[in-house]
């Protein structure tokens, strides 16, 4: 694996670390709390920056990149900034098309259709030439920050850049790169593994540009059962963890990772013994109950419904505090199920930082 040269080692100081405590279990004086999508188009500054550039060129414009990650922070009391950048930079990374199309979402123009196909990917990745953006972005908004919060990197998980690199795009069956994992198990594996090695230096880039902690989406898992999930998610996410974890022990650095299977509550066990030390959950499942099933080995991050957000201001709070009890407030990192979408209203999304955080310091105090 070759490492990232351009190592910066004068970053500031990190003034909250309460969010880092709590991946790895320590105690805080509040409750962490981030949103998924928190820079995004429910942002008036978002959508105002953003207008009339192409998605994928802000991608691979650090200063964007750094202006937009800062942007909800400037706003909201956040505990952690998440890069701006997206998951499909992978695809992108080895060779494929990619274009953002307005009111479609992203959109593969030539996506894989056999396994003959696999012989147009780039056969070795240099990460540093192809995905260089992604760490300067990274560099810039860490020494931005000024250590205001800590800053997480991420990738999408090999099932989830599969599943859009088969299917194109979006979809709501994702039978097309289903297809694939039932009859063509083999070329499945070999794309899989050829992801996960990408993904593998990626990470591992992202920690040597300043990346604080790691979040791995695997935001399509819920499509597959538990038999395939076993055999085409959970092992590349095992392997991603194991790699990334190895290399950084033997430079002497922690860096906490997230894993985030939306849909997948029939994994929760085994993701909870996947070497991350959290695991991200969507609304679908009882605080209550992910903490028995995962027997107090990991924290969890989660895991209000992002449409409670329509909910008036009291009501969220309501919710909130619900799904603090459930939790606890140790070794928990408070986060919505899934992203926030672009409709909702900035003020509400205030309201549940607000809440995570007062209910939280009560509920220490007793
Ligand atoms: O023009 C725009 O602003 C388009 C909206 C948008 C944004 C704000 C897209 C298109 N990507 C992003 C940024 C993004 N994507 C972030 C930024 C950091 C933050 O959270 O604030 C992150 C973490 C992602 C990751 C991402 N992209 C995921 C994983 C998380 C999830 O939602 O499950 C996925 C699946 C994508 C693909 C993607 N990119 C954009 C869209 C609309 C989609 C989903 C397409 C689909 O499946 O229909």
Redesign the pocket.
Known sequence: IQPFHNVPKDFPKLKNDAFLRACHGQETNHVPVW???????YLPE?REF?AGKD?FETCRSPAACCEL?LQ?LRRFPFDAA???????VIPQAMGMDVQ?VAGK??TFPEPLKEPEDLLLLQPKVDVNKELGYVFKAITLTRHKLDGKVPLIG?T?APW?LMA?MIEG???TTHSKAKRWLYRHPEASHKLLKMLTDVIVVYLLGQVAAGAQAL?V?E??AGCLGPVEFQEFSLPYLRDIARKVKDQLKESGQDVPMIVFA?DGHYGLEDLSQSHYEVVGLDWTIDPRSARERTGGKVSLQGNMDPCALYAPKERISEIVKKMLEGFGTRGYIANLG??LYPDMDPENVGAFVEAVHTHSRHLNLK
């Open positions: 949103c998924m999508r928190q820079a995004g188009r978002f953003r998605f990650t909800p998440i890069i701006f950048s997206d998951i499909l953002m979402g992203p991420f999408g989830t859009y795009g979006g979809s979040q989406f935001s399509h939306k899934h992203g």
